[in-house]
């Protein structure tokens, strides 16, 4: 008679967690509809969850015959591998900063999972001694409802943030996956057949993680619509960025030498030094300057014009009120909107303004927008020597700000008051700390028309920020203003549009102050925002902003109403980094803050010849996922760590729904070389980012007086 043919748990925990996994995988390709996923997804989840099998399978045998206790923790060890790496970033954020025992949440809270994850596993062993279908059936359900659990967390809580919690999350579902799979069948297993699905889910795996997501559809794919698959995939890649460069060479990464992080996707190619920097196959090839190196000088002259210093010599003294609307997209006020006139006084405010209508944030975060609005510069986080506002005191002006509390907080303290005597923070949280619940429109306003009676006349700089609609999904928005305004697609949209029919307003407020207090025909008003908003229309955007740079969330509003300058609108395309330089130009200090990286928009203003405004002009957007070159009437998009490049067409197609960069190749490779001429910017919103911010933002040195030089000059 043959020997029994051999069997072992083991081998059933293994094939288990294996199939869990693959399940997993086959549902998020089901859910995205794609048959080219499915054939990655499946063994990516398999390979990952035969992984999960020997570490929990390996923790029961090592345990094996020890007390209750000692297996319950031992087992649920593993789980320290993904809470820590979760807990270090989890808390990094600048909200989540703010929560008490922020500091030393990081390395309690993976004690806690440790030790929760142990009561679990005691628990459901306990459950499991019964044998019968009733107990099986319990471990089931609440294996099935942590995993629903979990998911509604990532797309309720977490949201588009915090990744390393995501992929924490994943890897819960996974194992989760595999522990009611293996509760539904008790028992044991061939190890033959375990060591077949082993071999056949290690060498789909390998063969996924080497050849997978070759198509750029696919990639797109998931990284817009992905959940878990994308968590997973960005894990994968990130275990094997050998340069840590953020680009891998597995699973569509497109990193050409993981060796070298000079070399990968996101790079900059630099023209005609024979070398792929950004690994697209071939040099960038050189552009030949479209922007005059004479500018400067023909501008200079222009000034010199009799009509030209008329104007200078009207707004050298006046006043400056910049009026800044966190989270304003740019289409909300476009004249083909239809119902933009539900916003009067900001319609009135742009009509009578020199209006642009192609303007772009350098960034979908306010870090990088309002540091560069503040410094002039490109990288607004080098160190400068002199802010705007600081230039601006420097005249003589009165300086103050009314900003809330959380824009202090992204953007920084140290830059946000450099330059400014009277600092007023306006909080958006009565009831619950850094959770903005009430309109705050007219407490900014307020704190704008105290800045003015502190000036009692004088000249002055007011900055007032309102933050309402960035707040759009936390506010509960007054009925009175919900029926200011009609409901014109989504319930989000809608609730946006009644926040910002507040702050018009507020604006509408403010103006007739000035007017009543003779200060309208003495004050230049700035009308701009710091980046745009998701309103749900797409997936690509979020949830919000930040990111990513898709047009909706960095075409922005920029308009300067400057009196005895007639309004109208420009379509130069134009930025944030372009204020500083203006603003100094119109006060007669063009060259306090020299050297700047914008342009003075002047030209522009008065509506002087073409050959002076700007032409051919790259605009450059980082982010912290993708970055971005617009050179209109196209923008280039570059997804660095998914190897994607897209290219759209902003006057045919404003909501960027057609690709064109497999169309046209030239125009790819043109703006790809546009971005090798702008600096990079470090986007870092971790605390250790914000930190070396806050560093970076300090006043230097003053800088030794150069013989012959000149402190200021006018134009």
Known sequence: MSPPFPRSPFAWVIVAHTIGAAIIGALEAARLGSSALAAVLVPLFAITGLLVGLLVGGAERIVRGRTWWVVALVVAAPSLLI?????????????????????????????????????????????????????????????????????????????????????????????????????????????????????????????????????TLERRVLATRGDQGRDLVRVWRAIFDLDRDGSSA??????????????????????????????????????????????????????????????LER???????????????????????????????????????????????????????IGTLLTGRHDPFQSVQTTLPEALRETGRRTSSALPVEVNRYVGETLLTRGIDRVKPVYTDWGSKDIGDHVSAKQTTLEGLRALDAAAGAKTFVWVHYFDVHEHHQIEVPKELRSAVSPNGSEKRHVYRALLFAIDKEIGRLRGELTSRGLADKTIIVLASDHGESLGDDPRLGVTHGKVTYAPLVRIPIALRIPGVAGGKRTDAVSLVDLAPTLLGLIGQRTAMAPLDGLDLLPSLLDGPAALRPRGRAIVIQEELQWSVVEWPHQLIVRPADDLVELYDLERDPAEKTDLSTKLPDVVSRLKARYSEAPRVRVDRTIDGRKWRERQAQRPPPRAPQSGSAATSTP
């Open 250 to 311: 597995i699973l569509g990464g497109g990193d050409c030498d993981d060796r070298d992080d000079r070399l990968h996707p996101g790079a900059a190619d630099a023209p005609g030094d024979g070398v792929d920097q950004d690994c697209d196959g071939h040099d960038a090839i050189a552009v030949a300057p479209q922007v005059s190196a004479a500018a400067a000088a023909d501008v200079s002259a222009w000034h010199e014009r009799a009509e030209v210093r008329a104007v």
């Open 83 to 215: 809470s820590g790496p979760v807990a270090a970033t989890l808390f990094s954020g600048a909200f989540a900063q703010t929560l008490p025992l922020a500091g030393v949440l990081p390395f309690v809270l993976p004690l806690a999972l440790w030790l929760g994850v142990a009561c679990a596993v005691a628990l459901g062993r306990r459950v499991l001694r019964g044998g019968d279908r009733t107990s099986r059936a319990i471990v089931i359900l609440a294996s099935a409802g942590a995993i629903g659990g979990l998911v509604w967390f990532e797309r309720n809580l977490l949201k588009s943030g915090y990744p390393d919690a995501h992929a924490g999350a994943t890897f819960a579902v996974i194992v989760l996956a595999g522990v009611a799979l293996r509760v539904a069948r008790t028992g044991s297993l061939s190890p033959y057949i375990a060591a077949a699905v082993a071999a056949a889910a290690l060498g789909t795996g390998i063969g996924a993680v080497h050849e997978g997501l070759a198509g």
């Open 315 to 369: 707004t050298k003294d006046m006043s400056i009120l910049l009026s800044t609307i966190d989270a304003l997209r740019a289409d909300i006020l476009d004249p083909a909107t239809a119902d933009r006139s539900e916003f009067p006084n900001l319609t009135a405010l742009l009509d009578e303004s020199v209006w642009f209508t192609r303007a772009f944030a350098p960034g979908s975060g306010t870090d990088i927008s």
